[in-house]
């Protein structure tokens, strides 16, 4: 869908427990568009990454 810069692809990998073919959307650039469970990943491991630069010891927390 160029109008839109999005395609739609096969992705071979596991979502919500089940490891198989799926289709999933990918930019213009042929990333795939993140789920929102690994949106919350991504975040969650840049957190995880920040809090030592702040002085913070996770493990603490």
Do not use: H
């Not at 096969?10 to 799926?22: A, E, F, K, V």
């Not at 568009?33 to 493990?59: F, H, V, W, Y």
């Amino acid at each position: 869908m160029p109008t839109l810069e999005l395609g739609l692809g096969l992705w071979q990998g596991n979502y919500q427990g089940i490891d198989r073919l799926w289709l999933r959307w990918y930019d213009v650039n042929g990333n795939w568009i993140p789920t929102s469970a690994e949106q919350e990943r991504q975040r969650a491991e840049r957190l995880a990454a920040k809090l030592p630069e702040l002085g913070i010891n996770p493990d603490q927390l």
